[in-house]
């Protein structure tokens, strides 16, 4: 059996904090802090993780709906873990949640530098909608976040 298949997709918990925390900073050079990961546990937010065979996490989500719109704040993968699929398993189930709970529209922003998350984002029906100068900070000084945005 193929690894991929044996993952689960579980809710993501406050207690999960400082494991998605510690897969973030791995990640990314310019993380996000514990507060605005503690901050996403609100009314509008949902949240899962996506664990190995084993029970360890090695990706989640952040998204919040707003009525029928999606936002994408935050999708990641463990560095050691990136390539196996595990994007596509997270980016699947977010649109497949987002549609369950009503959803009809869905808008993320990244870094224009992030090559392959724009792929993964292009493979899902997302298209550049707009551009915000300098949104990012970078080891340039600012980097543009691209818009994007699908319909499900």
């Known amino acids: ?48 993780k996506l664990l190995d065979y084993a029970g360890n996490i090695v990706g989640f989500y952040i998204a919040q709906l707003i009525l029928e719109q999606l936002e994408l704040f935050n999708i990641c993968v ?41 792929a993964l984002y292009q493979r899902y029906g997302f298209t550049q909608t707009g551009l915000r100068k300098g949104y990012y900070v970078s080891s340039a000084g600012k980097e543009d976040a691209l818009l994007m945005s699908c319909t499900l």
């Open 78 to 118: 463990a560095p050691t873990q990136q390539g196996k699929g595990y994007g596509h398993i997270l980016m699947q189930h977010f649109l497949k949640e987002g549609a369950a709970r009503g959803a009809t529209e869905v808008f993320l922003e990244v870094r224009s530098s992030n090559l392959s998350a724009i």
């Open 1 to 48: 059996m193929h690894k991929a298949a044996m993952n689960k997709v579980e809710l993501l918990s406050r207690d999960d904090i400082v494991a998605v925390l510690r897969i973030e900073q791995a990640a990314n050079s310019y993380p996000w802090t514990e507060a605005a990961f503690a901050s996403s546990f609100a009314d509008s937010y949902f949240s899962y």
